[in-house]
Every structure is written in C-alpha cells, then in structure tokens.
Nanobody, 123 residues
C-alpha cells in the first residue's frame, strides 16, 4: 500500500503562484511514476503532468505547459507541482497519483491516489 498526502493548495489571484506537495509513504518503491491530475466541479479528472523516478522525464498537458513544473525528491518521497501564472480556469481540486508502471495521461494508469487539495484562482 502507498499513502499519498497533498498539501499547499489555497486561494490566489490570477497571475500568482502556488507550489503543491505530494508526500508518499508506505511501499513508495512501487511508485515508478507520479502523476498530477485536477478536477473542476462538473468536469472529468484532467491530466496535468507526470514524472518518472529518474526525474528526467516529465510530460505536462498542453493547458499548463510553460506555466507548471513537476519535480521529485526521491530522498523525501515527495513530488512537487510548481504552478506559475495561474489563471481562473486552473481552479480545481488537484490530486497526485502513483503508478507502478510508466504512468499515463489517463487516471486508470495509476494505482494509488491522494485525497486532493483545493486550488482556487480568482480574477
């Protein structure tokens, strides 16, 4: 089992920044890939990005490219999502997820999920 806990969410004005953290515990060695997703009210869960264990391979959705950056500290079993130039449309609950495999842009590609953290961006 893997436990994931997100933190760092909050309210910010458009153009601001937030950094989300996802702390993993338990059988963390099984998390080769860590993904970030978000879900706005009434919408499907949306892929934000993924980072593999080496940290050298990341993929971010087109909607956040150039604004969001994913990083990983394996020693701390923590993954980060740095969000800059935030827009009101970035408002959502943000989730991190663990995949034993390469991870993907689909939620079904992940084995464990955190409880989510709310990000609200006001105009």
């Amino acid at each position: 089992q893997v436990q994931l806990v997100e933190s760092g969410g909050g309210s910010v004005q458009a153009g601001g920044s937030l950094r989300l953290s996802c702390a993993a515990s338990g059988r963390t060695f099984s998390c080769y890939a860590m993904g970030w997703f978000r879900q706005a009210p009434g919408k499907e869960r949306e892929f934000v990005g993924v980072i593999r264990r080496s940290g050298g391979s990341t993929a971010n959705a087109d909607s956040v490219k150039g604004r969001f950056t994913i990083s990983r500290d394996n020693a701390k079993n923590t993954v980060y999502l740095q969000m800059n130039s935030l827009k009101p449309e970035d408002t959502a609950v943000y989730y991190c997820a663990c995949a034993a495999g390469l991870g993907s842009s689909r939620p079904a590609g992940y084995d464990y999920w955190g409880q989510g953290t709310q990000v609200t961006v006001s105009s």
